[in-house]
Structures are given as structure tokens and as C-alpha cells.
């Protein structure tokens, strides 16, 4: 009796694994003929006219959100309602491994097309919203970095605190980002984890900033950093940043 349990057990985790391989096949098909387009993502996530997917540290569930959702006011449409269910969970599933998910949730509770309740924008804060993520400016946008309403990339801590003018958003302070030194390379870095097998940090030497992984002691972080947030800021002019804030202002609480 006791056999035949593991036996059986083993061919569960067997069948699971078969069925995640089939979802991730079904998904990189699907990513191919929907996605990687030439104004679009690259094959296999690399850059394209959109922003590169693979190795940004997205999790599965912001990765449901925005292909369920779309990216307001940019290219990116929402798939919910033009992709089957099965293929829905088949891309997610395919970007999460992108990501380094190497286990994707694909059952029943693993993605959904998702519904959200957005505060109603009006005057600058629309304008805003659409500055935040607007698509022609690159990896010169908000967005790059910053994650606001499920929307964007979470490089940073969320925004507890809107600056109250453009002048002070330009002046931001950034105590987080340090010096990482490794031979003789120098880099503005936000660290994310320093542990026994590995140190992984954001380099911030150009956008997007890219996660790096090392292994423990070969980068020296050290406090402070020649790292401004107004030399990242520079594509909008003041009354850009301004609709920026009053878009943020509409959507973070204090």
C-alpha cells in the first residue's frame, strides 16, 4: 500500500510538471503571435519598441495585472477580453519564467482577468496619467521606475509622499542609493537583498536600471551616492512634472 502511495504521488507531480511544460510552450506561442511584434516587446522578452520583459523582477501578479489590464494611454492594451482564459494564463505564466518564476502558478486560482476601481481623474491629473507612462519617451518616463496604481515597475519603494512642488521634486532626496564598488568599477546602486548566497542590487548607471546578482562580499556598498533624481527626470519640462504631481496627488492618500 505504502508502494503504490508514492508511486501514485510520483506521477502526480509528474503530470504537473508536464502540464506546466505544455502551459509555458502554449505561452511562449502565444507571446510570439501577440506580443513580440515588431513595434512591440522582442521574442523571448528582449527589447523591442516596448520595454524589455525578461530579468526585470516582475512578479506574477503585476504581470496579471498589466496583461489583464493594459497600460493606460500607451500601447499596451489590456488582453483580458482578447485572449482566451487559457491563453491568458499560458503568457502570464510564460513571462513569470522570464522573470525567474521558475515554478508559475497555472491553476485554477493562478491568474484571472482582474477588475480595479480607479480613482476618476479630472483637469492636469488626466494629463498626468499619461505623462507617468507615456511610451514615446522610453525609459525616460516615470514609470521606468516607479510603480503607482498597478501600473509601472516597482525598482523603488512605493511613493509614500508627494513632493509638493516641481522644484522639490527635482531636489529629491535619495538616502537609499549607495556606491557599490566591485574591482574597479563604481556604480549608483539600490540594494535589494544581501545574503548568505548571493547579493542582488538594482545598478542605476543607465535606464532601465538592471538587477544584478553576485555572490557575497565581491561589491563594497558604501552610503551616498553622485545619483540625482533630476538627471532621470529631464525628459519633461515643469509643466509636465506639475501634471505629474497632480496626478499623483490624485491617487496616493496620505
Given at each position: 500500500?505504502?508502494?503504490?502511495?508514492?508511486?501514485?504521488?510520483m506521477l502526480a507531480?509528474?503530470?504537473?510538471?508536464q502540464?506546466?511544460a505544455?502551459?509555458?510552450?502554449?505561452?511562449?506561442?502565444?507571446?510570439a503571435?501577440?506580443?513580440?511584434?515588431?513595434?512591440?516587446?522582442g521574442m523571448?522578452?528582449?527589447?523591442?519598441?516596448?520595454?524589455?520583459?525578461?530579468?526585470?523582477?516582475?512578479?506574477?501578479?503585476?504581470?496579471?495585472?498589466?496583461?489583464?489590464?493594459?497600460?493606460?494611454?500607451?500601447?499596451?492594451?489590456?488582453?483580458?477580453?482578447?485572449?482566451?482564459?487559457?491563453?491568458?494564463?499560458?503568457?502570464?505564466a510564460?513571462?513569470?519564467?522570464?522573470?525567474?518564476?521558475?515554478?508559475?502558478?497555472?491553476?485554477?486560482?493562478?491568474?484571472?482577468?482582474?477588475?480595479?476601481?480607479?480613482?476618476?481623474?479630472?483637469?492636469?491629473?488626466?494629463?498626468?496619467?499619461?505623462?507617468?507612462?507615456e511610451?514615446?519617451?522610453g525609459?525616460?518616463?516615470?514609470s521606468t521606475?516607479?510603480?503607482?496604481?498597478?501600473?509601472g515597475?516597482?525598482?523603488?519603494a512605493?511613493?509614500a509622499?508627494?513632493?509638493?512642488?516641481?522644484?522639490?521634486?527635482?531636489?529629491?532626496a535619495?538616502?537609499?542609493?549607495?556606491?557599490?564598488?566591485m574591482?574597479?568599477?563604481?556604480?549608483?546602486v539600490?540594494?535589494?537583498?544581501?545574503?548568505?548566497?548571493?547579493?542582488?542590487?538594482?545598478?542605476?548607471?543607465?535606464?532601465?536600471?538592471?538587477q544584478?546578482?553576485?555572490?557575497?562580499?565581491?561589491?563594497?556598498?558604501?552610503?551616498?551616492?553622485?545619483?540625482?533624481?533630476?538627471?532621470?527626470?529631464?525628459?519633461?519640462?515643469?509643466?509636465?512634472?506639475?501634471?505629474?504631481?497632480?496626478?499623483?496627488r490624485?491617487?496616493i492618500?496620505p
Amino acid at each position: 500500500m505504502k508502494k503504490l502511495a508514492v508511486t501514485a504521488f510520483m506521477l502526480a507531480v509528474s503530470c504537473a510538471a508536464q502540464n506546466l511544460a505544455d502551459v509555458l510552450v502554449q505561452g511562449e506561442q502565444v507571446f510570439a503571435k501577440s506580443c513580440a511584434t515588431g513595434y512591440c516587446h522582442g521574442m523571448k522578452g528582449g527589447s523591442g519598441g516596448a520595454p524589455r520583459l525578461v530579468g526585470r523582477h516582475f512578479d506574477q501578479a503585476y504581470i496579471n495585472n498589466v496583461v489583464a489590464r493594459g497600460v493606460p494611454d500607451t500601447g499596451m492594451p489590456s488582453f483580458a477580453t482578447r485572449l482566451s482564459r487559457a491563453d491568458l494564463v499560458a503568457v502570464v505564466a510564460y513571462v513569470a519564467t522570464l522573470n525567474g518564476i521558475a515554478n508559475p502558478n497555472v491553476g485554477p486560482g493562478g491568474t484571472a482577468p482582474l477588475t480595479v476601481s480607479r480613482p476618476a481623474l479630472t483637469g492636469e491629473a488626466v494629463r498626468g496619467a499619461r505623462l507617468f507612462t507615456e511610451a514615446v519617451r522610453g525609459f525616460g518616463r516615470c514609470s521606468t521606475c516607479h510603480e503607482v496604481g498597478d501600473i509601472g515597475t516597482s525598482v523603488t519603494a512605493p511613493i509614500a509622499k508627494v513632493p509638493a512642488s516641481t522644484a522639490e521634486l527635482k531636489a529629491l532626496a535619495t538616502p537609499d542609493v549607495k556606491t557599490g564598488t566591485m574591482d574597479v568599477e563604481s556604480m549608483p546602486v539600490l540594494v535589494l537583498s544581501q545574503g548568505k548566497q548571493s547579493t542582488v542590487f538594482y545598478d542605476l548607471t543607465s535606464a532601465p536600471p538592471v538587477q544584478r546578482n553576485t555572490e557575497p562580499g565581491l561589491v563594497r556598498f558604501t552610503d551616498g551616492s553622485n545619483w540625482r533624481h533630476s538627471s532621470v527626470i529631464k525628459s519633461y519640462d515643469d509643466s509636465e512634472l506639475a501634471a505629474i504631481l497632480a496626478y499623483l496627488r490624485a491617487v496616493i492618500k496620505p
